[in-house]
């Protein structure tokens, strides 16, 4: 358990070296070692603020999540851009819809808000008191139950197999 000790969340120091050599724009010895650095001070600083881990299932359910998640981030950015140069203002449908939650995992609902905000076109405004929904803007829904569905069937039973 020494390992643990030094690296309480080895996926964060990954990460973090990771994204220092791609910040630093340079793979040297120094932008190395530097993010080395970095990995295990900042998990060991941050790591009171991490009362558990979250149960991460698998490994090919993330991958297969991410590539959806790019993929639709992707094709709506081509829409919306169709949307903003092509319509009028006045023909958008914009629409606030509440996405109710299966999740129940912080760490799940959190995936879930920051994917409709990554994604163009659509916002994560509020999670419920009871965080059992979502409060989604809609740049354009003509189909208000249609978001909402989509949501639920892309991701939120995607994130359901990975956290829960």
């Not at 080895?10 to 994204?19: F, G, Q, R, W």
């Not at 790591?47 to 991460?56: A, H, M």
């Not at 140069?85 to 509440?98: G, M, N, Q, W, Y």
């Not at 609902?109 to 009871?130: E, F, H, K, N, Q």
Request: aromatic share 6%; glycine share 4%.
């Amino acid at each position: 358990m020494m390992l643990k000790r030094y690296l309480p969340h080895p996926l964060l120091s990954a990460a973090l070296i990771v994204i220092w050599v791609m910040l630093a724009n340079e793979i040297s010895v120094g932008t190395v070692v530097f993010a080395i650095i970095l990995a295990v001070i900042i998990p060991l600083i941050s790591q009171s603020f991490w009362p558990g881990r979250p149960k991460v299932g698998n490994i090919w359910a993330i991958c297969e999540y991410g590539l959806i998640v790019l993929w639709d981030i992707l094709v709506a950015n081509v829409v919306v851009a169709g949307l903003v140069l092509f319509r009028k203002a006045d023909s958008l449908e914009p629409a606030s819809v509440t996405v109710p939650l299966d999740l129940t995992s912080p760490e799940a609902i959190t995936a879930l808000a920051g994917t409709i905000t990554m994604t163009p076109g659509t916002v994560t405004v509020d999670l419920s008191r009871d965080a059992r929904s979502l409060l989604v803007h809609c740049l354009h829904a003509p189909d208000p139950q249609g978001v909402v569905d989509d949501i639920k069937s892309r991701y939120e039973r995607r994130l359901k197999e990975i956290f829960e």
